[in-house]
């Protein structure tokens, strides 16, 4: 158990719709990550958010959007949803926001939510 | 339980064997480097990691060698189990514009260990 939460851990959906998955990091983590890892794209970053700030942005869609509260749990939004958007979503967290010297910078991922859309 | 991909390159080896998984990675200007094992049904979990400055780094069974020269990764996981059985990733850290990080993952190597 990485101490990372998510949920739900399963969730099916239609074509168009609205679903929201939530993380909790580690305790006192303050980075949280989110991942997407389908069949034909593998694993791929998303965003990163360090207390409650968006530091990094990777392949993330204008559909999907992501916020961290100040109690560090994170939500990651998906909207319009297509056949496309079915994959394992991940949150991993960390203490650091980055491989500082000195710091760990070993992000703990959570057990992921599936999520298909039909 | 959920299957990572379904064309991984799979490398499979007779149990108390040593095993080696390579990684090709993209972007000279990496500064860190990661390997994750991730089992069926499981999020990928931290083996080692390597910081661009080093070219070795050993840990309990396993070992990470880094070659800048040709940026390549390689993952040696000594007496190898049936436990170790699993999918294993390597990835590259980058920095962002916003002093954030990102990782880029490789496509995954599939260990199978014959019993």
């Known amino acids: 158990d990485s101490g990372v939460t998510q949920t739900p851990k399963h969730l099916i959906t239609a074509t168009g719709q609205r679903v929201t998955l939530r993380c909790s990091p580690r305790?006192?983590?303050?980075?949280v990550y989110w991942y997407q890892q389908s069949l034909d794209q593998g694993l791929q970053f998303l965003i990163q958010y360090y207390n409650g700030e968006e530091r990094a942005k990777g392949n993330i869609l204008e559909r999907f959007s992501a916020q961290q509260f100040p109690d560090l749990h994170s939500e990651l939004n998906l909207s319009s949803l297509e056949l496309g958007d079915s994959a394992l979503y991940f949150c991993?967290?960390?203490?650091?926001?980055?491989?500082?010297?000195?710091?760990?910078?070993?992000?703990?991922f959570g057990p992921g939510t599936r999520l298909t859309v039909t | 339980g959920e299957s990572v991909g379904l064309h991984l390159p799979t490398l499979s080896v007779q149990e108390g064997d040593n095993s080696i998984i390579n990684c090709a990675y993209s972007?000279?200007?990496?500064?860190?480097f990661i390997w994750y094992k991730q089992e069926s049904g499981k999020g990928p979990q931290f083996i080692i990691d390597i910081r661009s400055n080093m070219d070795k780094r050993q840990g309990q069974r396993v070992t990470v060698l880094l070659n800048k020269t040709v940026k390549h990764l390689s993952l040696q996981i000594a007496a190898t189990q049936p436990g170790d059985s699993a999918v294993y990733f390597c990835?590259?850290?980058?920095?962002?514009?916003?002093?954030?990080?990102?990782?880029?993952f490789g496509g995954g190597t599939r260990l199978m260990v014959k019993p």
């Open positions: 990835a590259e850290n980058r920095r962002g514009d916003n002093a954030g990080n990102m990782l880029t």
């Open positions: 305790s006192g983590d303050l980075s």
């Open positions: 972007n000279s200007a990496s500064d860190y």
């Open positions: 991993a967290s960390s203490v650091a926001p980055a491989p500082l010297i000195g710091s760990s910078y070993e992000q703990y």
